[in-house]
Protein backbone atom coordinates (compact mmCIF):
# COMPACT_ATOMS: atom_id res chain seq x y z
CA UNK A 1 0.00 0.00 0.00
CA UNK A 2 1.23 3.42 -0.96
CA UNK A 3 2.14 6.07 2.08
CA UNK A 4 0.23 9.54 2.37
CA UNK A 5 2.14 12.35 2.35
CA UNK A 6 0.87 16.01 4.09
CA UNK A 7 0.33 19.23 2.48
CA UNK A 8 1.75 22.35 3.09
CA UNK A 9 -1.11 23.36 4.66
CA UNK A 10 -1.14 20.22 7.07
CA UNK A 11 2.64 21.21 7.60
CA UNK A 12 1.79 25.07 8.19
CA UNK A 13 -1.37 24.12 10.75
CA UNK A 14 0.97 21.58 12.64
CA UNK A 15 4.10 24.13 13.25
CA UNK A 16 1.74 27.62 13.94
CA UNK A 17 -0.16 24.91 16.44
CA UNK A 18 3.04 23.71 18.69
CA UNK A 19 4.53 27.76 17.89
CA UNK A 20 1.00 29.29 19.72
CA UNK A 21 1.57 26.10 22.34
CA UNK A 22 5.15 26.99 23.39
CA UNK A 23 4.44 31.02 23.81
CA UNK A 24 1.68 30.91 25.77
CA UNK A 25 2.93 27.67 27.97
CA UNK A 26 6.80 28.76 28.06
CA UNK A 27 7.32 25.12 27.56
CA UNK A 28 9.24 23.06 24.94
CA UNK A 29 7.19 21.02 22.40
CA UNK A 30 9.37 18.27 19.84
CA UNK A 31 6.25 16.91 18.72
CA UNK A 32 3.09 17.53 17.34
CA UNK A 33 -0.49 16.34 16.28
CA UNK A 34 -3.20 17.69 14.33
CA UNK A 35 -6.37 15.66 12.14
CA UNK A 36 -6.56 16.92 8.48
CA UNK A 37 -10.13 17.70 6.98
CA UNK A 38 -9.36 13.88 5.37
CA UNK A 39 -9.68 12.97 8.82
CA UNK A 40 -6.00 11.12 9.03
CA UNK A 41 -4.30 12.26 11.91
CA UNK A 42 -0.79 13.45 11.43
CA UNK A 43 1.67 13.78 13.64
CA UNK A 44 5.29 14.79 13.02
CA UNK A 45 8.66 16.35 14.59
CA UNK A 46 9.08 20.01 15.72
CA UNK A 47 12.52 21.22 14.82
CA UNK A 48 14.31 24.87 14.44
CA UNK A 49 12.63 25.80 17.62
CA UNK A 50 13.56 29.83 18.64
CA UNK A 51 11.99 31.39 21.42
CA UNK A 52 11.88 34.58 22.10
CA UNK A 53 9.54 36.50 25.08
CA UNK A 54 6.52 37.42 22.54
CA UNK A 55 7.42 35.62 19.61
CA UNK A 56 8.25 31.72 18.97
CA UNK A 57 9.22 30.35 15.70
CA UNK A 58 9.36 26.60 14.60
CA UNK A 59 9.28 24.21 11.36
CA UNK A 60 8.22 21.16 10.36
CA UNK A 61 9.81 19.26 7.39
CA UNK A 62 6.89 18.40 4.45
CA UNK A 63 6.70 14.86 3.96
CA UNK A 64 5.02 13.52 0.40
CA UNK A 65 4.64 10.55 1.11
CA UNK A 66 5.30 8.27 -1.67
CA UNK A 67 3.72 10.85 -4.36
CA UNK A 68 7.51 13.33 -3.41
CA UNK A 69 7.07 16.73 -4.83
CA UNK A 70 9.23 19.56 -5.35
CA UNK A 71 8.25 20.85 -1.83
CA UNK A 72 8.82 17.31 -0.48
CA UNK A 73 11.83 17.76 2.24
CA UNK A 74 11.00 21.54 2.77
CA UNK A 75 11.05 23.14 6.21
CA UNK A 76 7.51 24.93 6.64
CA UNK A 77 7.93 27.80 9.92
CA UNK A 78 5.51 29.19 11.72
CA UNK A 79 6.17 32.20 13.77
CA UNK A 80 3.46 33.26 16.30
CA UNK A 81 3.62 36.27 18.05
CA UNK A 82 1.16 38.37 20.62
CA UNK A 83 -1.06 40.81 18.80
CA UNK A 84 -2.30 44.27 20.21
CA UNK A 85 -5.96 44.66 18.97
CA UNK A 86 -9.26 46.92 20.03
CA UNK A 87 -11.37 43.61 18.69
CA UNK A 88 -12.21 40.61 19.88
CA UNK A 89 -9.66 37.47 19.85
CA UNK A 90 -8.55 37.40 16.22
CA UNK A 91 -5.96 34.61 14.58
CA UNK A 92 -4.08 36.99 12.30
CA UNK A 93 -2.35 34.74 9.22
CA UNK A 94 0.42 36.35 7.31
CA UNK A 95 2.84 35.51 4.62
CA UNK A 96 6.48 35.44 5.05
CA UNK A 97 9.64 34.61 3.83
CA UNK A 98 9.59 31.52 0.41
CA UNK A 99 5.41 32.18 0.88
CA UNK A 100 3.92 34.10 -2.53
CA UNK A 101 2.15 36.70 -3.26
CA UNK A 102 -0.91 36.39 -5.53
CA UNK A 103 -0.53 39.35 -8.39
CA UNK A 104 -3.24 37.77 -10.43
CA UNK A 105 -6.79 37.56 -10.32
CA UNK A 106 -8.89 34.07 -10.72
CA UNK A 107 -6.94 32.41 -7.86
CA UNK A 108 -8.21 30.90 -4.41
CA UNK A 109 -6.58 34.36 -2.68
CA UNK A 110 -7.40 37.79 -3.73
CA UNK A 111 -4.81 39.82 -5.39
CA UNK A 112 -2.05 41.45 -2.80
CA UNK A 113 -2.61 38.22 -0.38
CA UNK A 114 -0.38 35.78 0.69
CA UNK A 115 -1.36 32.47 -1.77
CA UNK A 116 -1.93 30.75 1.19
CA UNK A 117 -5.39 29.19 0.19
CA UNK A 118 -8.63 28.82 2.43
CA UNK A 119 -8.82 25.54 3.94
CA UNK A 120 -4.78 25.63 5.33
CA UNK A 121 -6.02 29.06 6.32
CA UNK A 122 -9.04 27.60 8.18
CA UNK A 123 -7.06 24.72 9.65
CA UNK A 124 -4.30 26.92 11.01
CA UNK A 125 -6.97 29.41 12.67
CA UNK A 126 -8.88 26.09 14.46
CA UNK A 127 -5.73 24.55 15.32
CA UNK A 128 -4.41 27.95 17.02
CA UNK A 129 -7.73 28.87 18.38
CA UNK A 130 -7.88 25.71 20.16
CA UNK A 131 -4.65 25.87 21.89
CA UNK A 132 -5.88 29.31 23.14
CA UNK A 133 -8.60 27.63 24.27
CA UNK A 134 -7.24 25.37 26.00
CA UNK A 135 -4.81 27.56 27.62
CA UNK A 136 -7.61 30.19 28.72
CA UNK A 137 -6.03 32.68 26.33
CA UNK A 138 -7.90 35.57 25.42
CA UNK A 139 -5.93 37.61 23.60
CA UNK A 140 -4.87 38.07 19.59
CA UNK A 141 -2.36 36.05 17.76
CA UNK A 142 -0.02 36.77 14.48
CA UNK A 143 0.95 33.67 12.79
CA UNK A 144 3.32 34.45 10.14
CA UNK A 145 4.13 31.47 7.37
CA UNK A 146 7.23 31.25 5.61
CA UNK A 147 9.45 28.29 3.48
CA UNK A 148 13.03 29.77 3.61
CA UNK A 149 13.64 28.00 0.44
CA UNK A 150 10.35 29.04 -1.01
CA UNK A 151 11.25 30.81 -3.34
CA UNK A 152 14.18 28.58 -5.24
CA UNK A 153 11.55 25.97 -4.98
CA UNK A 154 9.01 27.67 -6.88
CA UNK A 155 11.05 29.07 -10.00
CA UNK A 156 10.52 25.29 -10.30
CA UNK A 157 6.93 25.39 -10.19
CA UNK A 158 4.08 26.66 -11.81
CA UNK A 159 3.46 29.45 -9.77
CA UNK A 160 5.60 32.38 -12.04
CA UNK A 161 3.31 31.31 -14.81
CA UNK A 162 -0.04 31.73 -12.61
CA UNK A 163 0.81 34.83 -11.06
CA UNK A 164 2.41 33.51 -7.88
CA UNK A 165 5.26 35.69 -7.20
CA UNK A 166 7.89 35.25 -4.78
CA UNK A 167 7.78 32.00 -3.40
CA UNK A 168 5.00 28.39 -3.18
CA UNK A 169 1.80 28.40 -2.40
CA UNK A 170 0.37 26.88 0.79
CA UNK A 171 -2.30 24.44 -0.28
CA UNK A 172 -4.04 21.34 0.06
CA UNK A 173 -7.80 21.20 0.23
CA UNK A 174 -7.94 17.93 2.28
CA UNK A 175 -4.56 17.73 4.41
CA UNK A 176 -2.75 14.90 2.63
CA UNK A 177 -1.11 14.06 -0.48
CA UNK A 178 -2.55 10.47 -1.85
CA UNK A 179 -0.12 9.56 -3.89
CA UNK A 180 -1.14 10.57 -7.12
CA UNK A 181 0.79 12.86 -9.11
CA UNK A 182 -1.72 13.60 -12.35
CA UNK A 183 -4.47 15.14 -9.60
CA UNK A 184 -1.99 17.76 -9.05
CA UNK A 185 -1.30 18.73 -12.64
CA UNK A 186 -5.50 18.60 -13.50
CA UNK A 187 -5.69 20.71 -10.23
CA UNK A 188 -3.21 23.20 -11.96
CA UNK A 189 -4.85 23.27 -15.29
CA UNK A 190 -8.21 24.27 -13.42
CA UNK A 191 -6.75 26.94 -11.78
CA UNK A 192 -5.04 28.11 -15.10
CA UNK A 193 -8.68 27.34 -16.83
CA UNK A 194 -10.31 30.07 -14.00
CA UNK A 195 -7.68 32.66 -14.46
CA UNK A 196 -8.53 32.39 -17.97
CA UNK A 197 -12.26 32.56 -17.29
CA UNK A 198 -11.68 35.62 -14.73
CA UNK A 199 -9.69 37.51 -17.04
CA UNK A 200 -12.61 37.50 -19.50
CA UNK A 201 -11.59 35.14 -22.28
CA UNK A 202 -14.17 33.50 -24.18
CA UNK A 203 -11.95 31.46 -26.41
CA UNK A 204 -9.59 29.07 -24.69
CA UNK A 205 -5.75 28.64 -26.51
CA UNK A 206 -4.69 25.15 -25.07
CA UNK A 207 -1.62 23.27 -25.78
CA UNK A 208 -0.02 20.16 -24.16
CA UNK A 209 3.65 22.23 -23.91
CA UNK A 210 5.76 24.63 -25.75
CA UNK A 211 6.96 22.21 -28.75
CA UNK A 212 6.63 24.14 -31.81
CA UNK A 213 6.62 27.62 -29.42
CA UNK A 214 9.26 29.14 -32.37
CA UNK A 215 7.31 28.01 -35.33
CA UNK A 216 3.92 28.94 -33.88
CA UNK A 217 5.69 32.47 -33.52
CA UNK A 218 6.90 32.94 -36.83
CA UNK A 219 4.02 31.83 -38.67
CA UNK A 220 1.58 33.03 -36.72
CA UNK A 221 2.67 35.29 -34.14
CA UNK A 222 1.26 33.77 -31.31
CA UNK A 223 3.15 32.79 -28.62
CA UNK A 224 2.13 29.76 -26.99
CA UNK A 225 3.62 30.23 -23.90
CA UNK A 226 0.33 32.13 -23.56
CA UNK A 227 -1.99 28.84 -24.04
CA UNK A 228 -3.17 27.07 -20.95
CA UNK A 229 -0.80 23.94 -21.19
CA UNK A 230 -2.86 20.60 -20.82
CA UNK A 231 0.27 18.29 -20.54
CA UNK A 232 -1.42 15.03 -21.31
CA UNK A 233 -4.76 15.79 -20.17
CA UNK A 234 -6.51 16.68 -23.24
CA UNK A 235 -9.85 15.22 -22.45
CA UNK A 236 -10.13 16.31 -19.11
CA UNK A 237 -9.03 19.87 -19.99
CA UNK A 238 -12.10 19.76 -22.46
CA UNK A 239 -14.28 19.41 -19.91
CA UNK A 240 -13.64 21.62 -17.86
CA UNK A 241 -13.35 24.22 -20.38
CA UNK A 242 -16.81 23.47 -21.50
CA UNK A 243 -17.55 23.29 -17.26
CA UNK A 244 -16.09 26.37 -17.04
CA UNK A 245 -18.36 27.64 -20.22
CA UNK A 246 -16.06 29.05 -22.53
CA UNK A 247 -17.68 29.39 -25.72
CA UNK A 248 -14.93 27.69 -28.04
CA UNK A 249 -11.17 26.10 -27.54
CA UNK A 250 -8.57 25.80 -30.01
CA UNK A 251 -5.80 22.86 -29.13
CA UNK A 252 -2.77 23.39 -31.06
CA UNK A 253 0.13 21.09 -30.46
CA UNK A 254 2.98 18.63 -31.99
CA UNK A 255 2.03 15.42 -34.22
CA UNK A 256 3.89 13.20 -31.38
CA UNK A 257 0.78 13.94 -29.04
CA UNK A 258 -1.83 14.74 -31.37
CA UNK A 259 -1.78 12.06 -33.44
CA UNK A 260 -2.91 9.75 -30.34
CA UNK A 261 -5.75 11.74 -30.06
CA UNK A 262 -7.00 10.77 -33.56
CA UNK A 263 -7.27 6.99 -31.89
CA UNK A 264 -9.41 8.13 -29.05
CA UNK A 265 -6.67 8.30 -26.88
CA UNK A 266 -7.94 11.74 -24.25
CA UNK A 267 -4.65 11.11 -22.38
CA UNK A 268 -1.72 11.16 -23.79
CA UNK A 269 0.73 10.21 -21.33
CA UNK A 270 3.00 7.08 -22.97
CA UNK A 271 1.81 4.72 -20.43
CA UNK A 272 -2.12 5.35 -20.77
CA UNK A 273 -1.54 3.95 -24.67
CA UNK A 274 0.81 4.90 -27.57
CA UNK A 275 0.05 3.48 -30.84
CA UNK A 276 1.37 6.64 -32.61
CA UNK A 277 3.12 4.64 -35.71
CA UNK A 278 -0.02 2.23 -35.79
CA UNK A 279 -2.10 5.25 -36.20
CA UNK A 280 0.04 7.08 -38.88
CA UNK A 281 0.09 3.67 -40.61
CA UNK A 282 -4.09 3.02 -40.62
CA UNK A 283 -3.82 6.62 -42.00
CA UNK A 284 -1.01 6.41 -44.59
CA UNK A 285 -2.85 2.87 -45.95
CA UNK A 286 -5.80 5.27 -46.46
CA UNK A 287 -3.99 7.24 -48.24
CA UNK A 288 -2.54 5.16 -50.41
CA UNK A 289 0.58 3.70 -48.98
CA UNK A 290 2.72 0.78 -50.30
CA UNK A 291 3.34 -1.92 -48.05
CA UNK A 292 7.06 -1.24 -47.87
CA UNK A 293 6.42 2.36 -46.91
CA UNK A 294 3.52 1.14 -44.15
CA UNK A 295 6.93 -1.26 -42.85
CA UNK A 296 9.36 1.79 -42.60
CA UNK A 297 6.59 4.23 -40.89
CA UNK A 298 5.94 1.38 -38.65
CA UNK A 299 9.68 1.13 -37.71
CA UNK A 300 10.25 4.79 -37.79
CA UNK A 301 11.82 5.79 -34.19
CA UNK A 302 10.12 9.10 -34.21
CA UNK A 303 6.55 10.52 -35.45
CA UNK A 304 9.15 13.11 -37.31
CA UNK A 305 11.08 10.66 -39.10
CA UNK A 306 7.47 8.96 -40.04
CA UNK A 307 6.76 12.69 -41.24
CA UNK A 308 9.92 12.60 -43.38
CA UNK A 309 8.95 8.76 -44.55
CA UNK A 310 5.62 10.17 -45.98
CA UNK A 311 7.12 13.37 -47.41
CA UNK A 312 9.41 11.86 -49.26
CA UNK A 313 6.71 9.79 -51.14
CA UNK A 314 4.37 12.45 -51.18
CA UNK A 315 1.48 11.11 -48.97
CA UNK A 316 2.17 13.16 -46.23
CA UNK A 317 -0.41 15.99 -47.20
CA UNK A 318 -3.29 13.53 -47.30
CA UNK A 319 -2.32 11.12 -44.68
CA UNK A 320 -2.28 14.74 -42.20
CA UNK A 321 -5.81 14.93 -43.63
CA UNK A 322 -6.73 11.80 -42.80
CA UNK A 323 -5.59 12.48 -38.88
CA UNK A 324 -7.32 15.64 -38.55
CA UNK A 325 -10.59 14.23 -39.52
CA UNK A 326 -10.46 11.72 -37.09
CA UNK A 327 -8.96 14.01 -34.07
CA UNK A 328 -11.80 16.42 -34.66
CA UNK A 329 -14.34 13.27 -34.82
CA UNK A 330 -13.26 12.83 -30.83
CA UNK A 331 -12.23 16.41 -29.81
CA UNK A 332 -16.21 17.20 -31.19
CA UNK A 333 -16.93 14.05 -29.51
CA UNK A 334 -15.65 14.98 -25.70
CA UNK A 335 -16.58 18.59 -26.17
CA UNK A 336 -20.59 16.83 -26.83
CA UNK A 337 -21.84 20.77 -28.60
CA UNK A 338 -21.31 22.10 -25.18
CA UNK A 339 -18.79 24.57 -26.86
CA UNK A 340 -17.17 25.16 -30.58
CA UNK A 341 -13.49 23.19 -30.76
CA UNK A 342 -10.61 23.49 -33.51
CA UNK A 343 -7.08 21.99 -33.42
CA UNK A 344 -3.78 23.10 -35.16
CA UNK A 345 -1.18 20.45 -35.56
CA UNK A 346 2.75 20.99 -37.05
CA UNK A 347 5.76 19.07 -36.42
CA UNK A 348 9.69 21.08 -35.17
CA UNK A 349 11.22 19.98 -38.40
CA UNK A 350 7.90 20.13 -41.18
CA UNK A 351 6.14 22.67 -39.39
CA UNK A 352 2.55 22.76 -40.11
CA UNK A 353 1.20 19.83 -40.77
CA UNK A 354 -2.90 19.82 -40.66
CA UNK A 355 -5.61 22.16 -39.51
CA UNK A 356 -9.12 22.09 -38.64
CA UNK A 357 -11.44 24.16 -40.97
CA UNK A 358 -12.38 26.62 -38.24
CA UNK A 359 -8.76 27.06 -36.64
CA UNK A 360 -7.26 30.02 -38.85
CA UNK A 361 -10.44 31.73 -37.89
CA UNK A 362 -10.51 30.76 -34.38
CA UNK A 363 -6.34 31.86 -33.97
CA UNK A 364 -7.69 35.22 -35.55
CA UNK A 365 -10.40 35.83 -32.72
CA UNK A 366 -7.61 35.12 -29.76
CA UNK A 367 -4.71 37.23 -31.12
CA UNK A 368 -7.43 39.73 -31.13
CA UNK A 369 -8.95 39.45 -27.57
CA UNK A 370 -5.13 39.17 -26.67
CA UNK A 371 -4.76 42.91 -27.70
Known amino acids: MMRYGFTTGSCSAAAAKAAAYMLLTGREKRKIAIDTPKGIRYETKVVEIKREEKKVSCAVI ?3 GDDPDITTGAHVTATVSFLETEEKQTIQIEGGKGVGIVTKPGLDQPV ?3 AINRVPRAMIQKEVSEVCQLLDYKGSLLVEISVPEGETLASKTFNPRLG ?4 ISILGTSGIVEPMSSQALIDTIRVELSQKKAEGKQILAVSPGNYGLEYMKRTYGY ?3 KSVKCSNFIGQTIDMAAEMGFSAMLLTGHIGKLVKVSGGIMNTHSKEGDCRMELLVAAALRAGAGEEILRQVLDAATTEEAVRILKEQ ?3 EKTMELIMERIMFYLKKRAAGK ?3 AC ?3 SNDFGG ?10 LEQILKEKD
Do not use: H, Q, R, T
Not at 164 to 167: A, D, K, L, Q
Open 314 to 316: GLC
Open 353 to 362: LGESANASAM
Open 344 to 346: MMY
Open 112 to 114: GNA
Open 164 to 167: IEGG
Open 223 to 225: DLD
Open 62 to 64: KDG
Open 339 to 341: MEI
